[in-house]
């Protein structure tokens, strides 16, 4: 079986010196009611065509067009921060980057994608693949954070004291 690899960016601001990581919310019709433990950064897979040609994925460049996909806005410019990658329960790997800016929560716009619902019914729907972003400080954000990303948070804010 071949292994899942995913890539993403956990964007983060400081305002007035503290610290908020901005997550993600899964849409779909199966995750209206979750909500503790099923947000996540926004993250997703490699294209076939992306690794096509060499064999090999530019993960970096696979956050930065999950990112852009899944909230509606580029990564901000300047300095990523590697958080290598972590193991989710169902085996996948993410990848995963931080960046520092800022993001209206209200003026993101997730991509969509189709799917019969309710199974079995012959009718197929459309659902954003996030339906909705906020911006959590991090004690907040370990409550929401799926559990093996919960790690990217630790490894940021390890990341951010270690800075100068």
């Known amino acids: 079986m071949a292994e899942i690899v995913s890539a993403g960016i956990l964007l983060f601001r400081r305002p007035a010196g503290s610290l908020e990581v901005l997550l993600g919310h899964p849409g779909g019709p199966w995750s209206g009611g979750t909500d503790a433990g099923s947000w996540g ?7 076939r065509a992306e690794s096509a040609e ?5 993960l970096l460049a696979v956050a930065r067009r999950e990112f852009e996909e899944e909230t509606g806005h580029p990564v901000p410019a300047g300095t990523l921060i590697p958080l290598g990658a972590v193991v989710q329960k169902g085996g ?7 960046a520092e800016g800022d993001l209206d929560p209200a003026l993101a716009s997730s ?3 189709q799917m019969e619902w309710p199974p079995r019914s012959g009718r197929v729907g459309t659902f954003p693949e996030i339906d909705r ?4 400080e991090p004690s907040e954000a370990r409550v929401r954070i799926r559990d093996a ?4 948070i630790d490894r940021l804010e390890a990341a951010l004291a270690a800075k100068p």
Do not use: E, R, S
């Open 149 to 152: 990303q919960m790690a990217l």
């Open 41 to 47: 950064i926004p993250k997703g897979q490699p294209h």
């Open 111 to 113: 991509n969509t994608f």
């Open 133 to 136: 972003v906020a911006w959590f």
């Open 92 to 98: 996948k790997v993410v990848h995963a980057w931080a």
């Open 54 to 58: 060499t064999g090999a994925t530019d």
